[in-house]
């Protein structure tokens, strides 16, 4: 019996003996190629298992395995993964691995909500894509608009919409940002009234993204959203994994200031973790009297208890306010009148002036609008996963403008008056032959020619909810069934903002329920509220008893639920998506109706859907090809059912019809990286808003309705990327559209207080008309060099023809009009400069300078009229000099430097 107890002891020990020495260690160091030092955190994986490492913070690692030969798979966040093989028998570490920062795909930077935000993957998802990542967020955004940031990609334009800071517009294949899906973090924010997005809501967008995909076409994304030309996802940060921080300085043209700070703690062994960042602007404005300033706050705490689940709750805002420029004449930008305009020339702004020794507007934009989001991911098992994300905001700000009659009233250089109106108003004389005669005060009122600065504010409260359920189903199949869920509740009155030196203002335009018993005779009003993106915060009560001219509210509703099922091979991914949709809406008005039964409008609901699918082939490792195809039923937007600022229904409005057909390919090697796709929408039963002076009275301020409109747009575009050397690489985009009207249409125009212009509607011949506002063609030709260990320089041309003017309606209302106009075609060349020192510990500073428009180039970057060149009449680069337009910005400048840690 002992023998047997020695015998089986000694099998032990020689088994285990064979065990240990049957376990290698596999050794190595993971560098950043840019900087040459070490990555910490990378994750070594040994293919086929599950055993892995991760790296110190020297970038070395130390993987044991039983196996004598194999392949560990090399990876971190942001970088591009390196495969290796490994034979312990031959060398037991495989050295100094470098990796490259990853340009195009976006799999690495979704860390909360990935179950709900629809990334396209490089040669799997079958759309056209475009990626942009942080480096050159961050390089390349300095003092420009966030939209900027995407000019740099096919059939993509970008333009001052009003030439104050965060007035830009971005057009992606002839279609304007309102028929564009804009996303964070997979959650829609284009406004549900009209579908808008005003970028100066979210001037913090540049601190706080990560990466940015424009998906063009119908998109990736599941949800039933506006995505007409195109999806921008739109990723931002969440609670940084590792402990840090960066704090940077920058500095502009026209006195540009802005200050970052942000920090990380990391996340703790008990799975706690949070970032915070804060940043201050202030600037002059590129164009006279557009002076702005603003911060950005972001707030982020995270929390894994496990490998199953995942917590993020995040806070962000953007409070700012800024003075605005609008289109004019060209003629008024002509000061001299020696038929040129100057660069100076250009910068004309005919709303501000001086008031009382400081710069005033009479037109200022404030906003502020905080955003809440609450995420959970949940891995139920190896096959199964949830991702559901909360949000919601509110909403606080609006615009100015005067009201009365005397507010304009210019001086010799063509700037507003502003001390002149005042003292005007103060020279009014209350005699007491009115009722609202107050002794001793001065109240001004229309008849007296008196004037005030009116604040028209739009409030709103927001909530929301996306659940997304994920399914593999086997090696092949997958699919995802989910719900979105919206409701959004909109305020709009006007305040006085400022008295202009009236002690008081009687105005009778207002007429809700009981105000005429309270005020037969109308209203003296002499509270001022001051704008501010703040005031909703210190003024609520008293602005809600203030109100001027309207109130009016409403309640949109939105309920959706969506199912996708995939298909995927080594070479063949495919898609089908389907998404079913009701909302509701339904308007308010307190002003134009004293009995309380009428004010409120009947509801409404309109169903929706949409059908896509997809198929990407991978005919090798270079090539691969896609297709996909798509039908979206749009429900029609808030602002189209109502249109005369009553409670009437526009029973002429239904769904909108968009069919889009898409096919690309595309090549991959180790120097070359080409994209070419073909696109073609049709869009029926458009409906189109335009604002405009239709009336003659000099203020834009009136609205055309173009009902039942039809658009075709097809096109061709072409991305590249190539490396020649290491320190090289050229990336180029061209893009060239046919976009066109199809058939004539049915206009409506109303004047400001929504009453119709001209009886009857009129006929306006747009067959074959080009679609403005954006150029048909467009292409760019980008290169960067790195000289040496950290100094890189980059230049970006690009060129622009094509480019139409909107519509305007008295331009199209006979048969025998000219068509659109055509604007000259321009180029623009921007260059820039970056040094980074590394140190110790991933530590960094990095200096950037930035120079755009680099030549000064002058150009009309819009046109809101069709006025062809007339002889005897002047013109400008042959464009008639009756025109209003906008012109694009000249020389900008900025130069920052940041300190990583």
Partial sequence: MKTIKRLLLSLAVVGLTMGVMAQGVLTGTVLDQEAGMALPGAAIIESGTTNGTITGLDGTFQLNTTAQTGTIIISFLGYISQTLDFDLANA???????????????????????????????????????????????????????????????????????????????NIRGFTQENLALLFNGQPVNGMEDGKVYWSNWSGLSEIATAIQIQRGLGSSKLAISSVGATINVVTKATDMVAGGRVSAMMGNDNYMKFVASASTGLNEKGWGASILLSHWQGDGYNHGTQGQGQTYFFSIGYKPSEKHQFNFSVTGAPQWHYQNYTKNLT??????????????????????MYQGKEYSLRENFYHKPVANLNWDWNISDKSSLSTVLYGSTGAGGGTGGYGRGYYTYDADGQLDFDQIRANNEAIVNDGSEDWHIPGKTIGSYGDNAA?????????????????????????????????????????????????????????????????????????????????????????????????????????????????????????????????STQSYQRFDYHSYSDPNEQQSEKLKHPGYNLKAGANYNINENHNVFVNAGYYSRQPFFDDLFLNYLNDVNEDVGNEGVFSLEAGYGYRSEFVDIDLNAYYTAWTDRQIRQGGDFDGDGERDDVALFENVAENHSGVELEFEVKPIRALSIRGFASIGIWEYSGDVKARIYDEDRNPIGGEDETLYLDGVKVGNAPQT????????????????????????????????????????????ELPSFGLLDAG????????????LQFRFNANNLLNNQFISQSDTNYHPEDGEPNWNGVNMNNRVYFGNGLTWNFGVAYKF
């Fill in 92 to 170: 037991t570490g495989v050295g100094e691995v470098v990796l490259e920062l990853d340009a195009k795909s976006m799999d690495e930077v979704v860390i909360i909500g990935y179950g709900v935000i629809d990334v396209a993957k490089d040669r799997e998802t079958p759309v056209a894509v475009s990626t942009i990542k942080l480096p050159e967020i961050v390089a390349k955004t300095g003092n420009q608009e966030f939209p900027d940031i995407m000019k740099n990609t096919p059939s993509v334009y970008v333009a001052s919409q009003a030439g104050g800071y965060g007035d830009s517009r971005i």
């Fill in 332 to 353: 008024a930008y002509d000061r001299d009148g020696d038929g040129e305009i100057t660069n100076d020339e250009q910068r004309f702004n005919n709303n501000w002036g």
């Fill in 452 to 580: 005030l600065r009116r604040a028209s504010m739009n409030m709103h409260n927001w909530l929301g909810a996306v659940i997304n359920f994920n399914h593999i189903i086997n090696e092949r199949l997958a699919f995802n069934l989910g719900t979105d869920f919206r409701t959004y509740y909109g305020e709009h009155f006007r305040l006085v903002d400022n008295l202009w030196g009236l002690d008081g203002y009687w105005d009778d335009n207002y007429n809700g329920a009981g105000f005429q018993d309270l005020f037969p005779g109308g209203q003296v009003y002499t509270q001022e509220h001051t704008a501010s993106p703040y005031m909703f915060w210190s003024q609520r009560n008293g602005m809600m008893d203030d109100k001027l001219d309207y109130y009016n509210t409403e309640r949109i509703s939105y309920a959706g639920a969506f199912g996708q099922l995939e298909y995927k091979t080594e070479k063949l991914s495919t898609f089908v998506q389907a998404a079913l």
């Fill in 778 to 821: 467009s292409f760019g030709l980008l290169g960067t060099y790195k000289i040496v260990k950290g100094l890189s320089v980059d230049l970006d041309y690009r060129y622009y023809a094509g480019l139409y003017a909107a519509i305007n309606p008295e331009s199209f209302d006979t048969p025998d009009h000219q068509g659109s106009l």
């Fill in 833 to 844: 400069v970056s040094y980074k020192l590394y140190f110790k510990n991933r530590r960094s």
